[in-house]
């Protein structure tokens, strides 16, 4: 048996390698987008638990303060007057060690809002320190809503400013969505076009009525700003 007798073995020819290569690369590009979303959908599923955990102490602070919501607006004379986060109104409410120090309690709230860098939970200015019971429609009051940099839903928010915290402010963190938390204490991810001026305004802010039904963002501008 000379050497040109060998049988062919199971090598790859060219054509083989390249088809094998074309194969595996669409497989991992399927699982690398297949992870992505699961990772994306873990994500915004720990933002809705957090949400849902200062959502819970909302009713809590309220019945400790004549009824009244935490304030969520700048300059809290609760705390002193300082420039402090809604959330650090709900702290003495959260389930902790007393041998936290203040420090870490801080930490711990700051680390326990939204999932996505930069992003963190804005409270409702508009219904700062409002009676609970002058609520109506407590399940479409939005408390509070994932927002970028900022900690105030505010009219500037609302306005639409280009440099605005959370309408144009792209990408949003949860697959084009936010997650919201409603005063009922029910937390749900929505697109900014779902949310109406009527979950955000009180009936005593101006304009309420003529808006109550308008969305704060269109869907045209919705897409485009995912
Ligand atoms: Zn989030």
Redesign the pocket.
């Known amino acids: 048996m000379n050497k040109t007798d060998y049988p062919k073995t199971g090598g790859f020819t060219l054509i083989e390698l390249l088809l094998s290569l074309a194969v595996i690369g669409i497989l991992s590009s399927v699982l690398v987008v297949a992870v992505g979303r699961a990772k994306a959908a873990a994500n915004?599923a720990k933002?809705s638990a957090h949400m849902r955990y200062w959502q819970a102490m909302v009713p809590m602070f309220a019945a400790d303060h004549n009824g009244k919501l935490p304030r969520t607006t700048f300059n809290d004379p609760i705390n002193d007057g300082q420039n402090k986060e809604t959330v650090i109104n709900l702290l003495p409410y959260c389930d902790m060690p007393d041998t936290m120090s203040e420090h870490e309690r801080w930490a711990w709230a700051m680390e326990n809002q939204?999932?996505?860098e930069g992003?963190h939970f804005g409270a409702n200015s508009y219904i700062s320190r409002a009676p609970m019971a002058t609520i109506t429609d407590p399940a479409r009051q939005i408390f509070f809503i994932?927002m970028y940099s900022g900690r105030w839903l505010t009219g500037t928010v609302l306005n639409g400013g280009q440099g605005g915290f959370l309408l144009y402010r792209s990408p949003k963190?949860?697959n084009g969505m936010?997650?919201v938390g409603f005063l009922d204490g029910h937390v749900e991810p929505r697109m900014l076009s779902s949310i109406t001026y009527g979950m955000i305004l009180t009936p005593d802010s101006k304009g309420y009525d003529s808006k109550k039904d308008k969305p704060i963002i269109s869907v045209e501008e919705d897409l485009q700003y995912q």
């Open positions: 915004s933002c939204c999932t996505e992003w994932d963190p949860h936010v997650t």
